[in-house]
């Protein structure tokens, strides 16, 4: 794991242009972030009252469920803040990495579907109208969404680079390549869950709920799509950095390992948390049948827990390649020696 910030060698940093640009992004995640926060505050004082309490769920589940949305938008809008602001650069390695990782992990990996759903027709959604959810707030929320995963993606990387630029320059196989099982088995269990995914989208009937379920839903589709792409971005790219011939830019699956990986372990670990703490108190109207999620939930979660492991191992070899750079640009030239007498 990185240990904290250094100096960056000639050739591995970013300019003014660059700096500016991680800067109003970082300041465009937290302004974008904080308009969903307060909506998720307003949902939990509304709920207090009865207003807008899932009929299916109870109040205090309700509340449970967006008071821990709140925490989290929370712990977002301070990473962003993080990104935008020097302080950010003194804030523990551990921390900013962690916390980048599942926010990029979050909403850098849903941008897509957002994307995809901006061409969709619109369609009434019931549980809209049974929850009482207005336009406003549902705009609110894609705003943040949006925002916040805009500010990651540009925000994010040029942060890294600064800090740690051994993970982006130069090529894919210019290090040695860890050697890891645990990186075997975080690929093999993110192909798992993209395989699962795309038989499921496919129309496999096996372990789903006949009455929920539906291939031809568009934003269905667009789904599930977007969590196989994701799990096999993280599997092939964790291959292609463990290749010790590989002369991919190293900043294409390290970028594509971050988020891949971030994706699984966050979006895995959320629906896992609603299944095991939620679901036994209220109907929860899953696409699978819930012994189903909660085993694909439980291996996307490990593989991309296990492929972040592995992007640090990456990292980690590849830090000797930041100090040849640093040790070339920074030696000081020969001096001339004297001239020798003939005499």
């Not at 300041?27 to 949902?43: P, R």
């Not at 849903?110 to 027709?121: E, G, K, S, W």
Request: net charge positive.
């Amino acid at each position: 794991m990185p240990t904290g910030s250094a100096p960056t060698a000639p050739g591995t940093g970013v300019g003014p242009r660059l700096t500016f640009a991680r800067k109003a992004a970082g300041y465009l995640g937290a302004g974008t972030l904080s308009l969903y926060l307060l909506l998720k505050v307003y949902w939990v004082v509304a709920a207090f009252f009865g207003i807008g309490v899932d009929p299916d769920s109870s109040a205090a589940n309700w509340i449970g469920i967006n008071t821990v949305t709140v925490g989290m938008a929370v712990i977002g809008v301070a990473v962003a803040l993080a990104l935008a602001q020097d302080w950010g650069r003194r804030v523990p390695a551990w921390m900013v990495v962690f916390t980048s990782w599942t926010a990029a992990g979050f909403l850098v990996s849903i941008i897509p579907v957002h994307a995809i759903r901006a061409f969709l027709p619109a369609q009434g959604d019931p549980v809209d109208v049974e929850l009482g959810v207005h336009s406003w707030e549902l705009t609110l929320v894609a705003v943040g969404f949006i925002g916040m995963g805009v500010g990651l993606t540009v925000a994010g990387p040029i942060y890294l680079r600064e800090r740690w630029p051994a993970a982006f320059v130069g090529v894919a196989g210019d290090h040695r390549p860890p050697r890891s099982r645990s990186a075997a088995v975080g690929i093999a269990l993110a192909l798992v869950v993209a395989a699962t995914t795309l038989y499921w989208l496919l129309g496999g009937e096996v372990f789903v709920n006949d009455s929920i379920y539906d291939t031809g839903d568009p934003n269905t589709a667009a789904l599930f799509c977007n969590e196989a792409f994701w799990a096999l971005a993280a599997a092939a790219s964790a291959w292609v950095l463990l290749r010790a011939r590989s002369r991919v830019p190293a900043w294409i699956p390290m970028a594509l390992l971050w988020i891949g990986s971030g994706s699984l372990f966050a979006w895995n670990c959320w629906r896992l948390f609603i299944s095991l703490v939620f679901a036994p108190f209220q109907t929860m109207n899953t696409l699978e049948q819930p012994f189903a999620a909660i085993a694909v939930e439980a291996a996307g979660a490990l593989a991309g827990a296990l492929l972040f492991a592995t992007a640090l191992a990456v990292y980690s070899a590849r830090r000797g390649r930041v100090r040849e750079l640093r040790s070339r640009a920074w030696s000081p030239p020969d001096s001339p020696r004297p001239p020798t007498s003939t005499r």
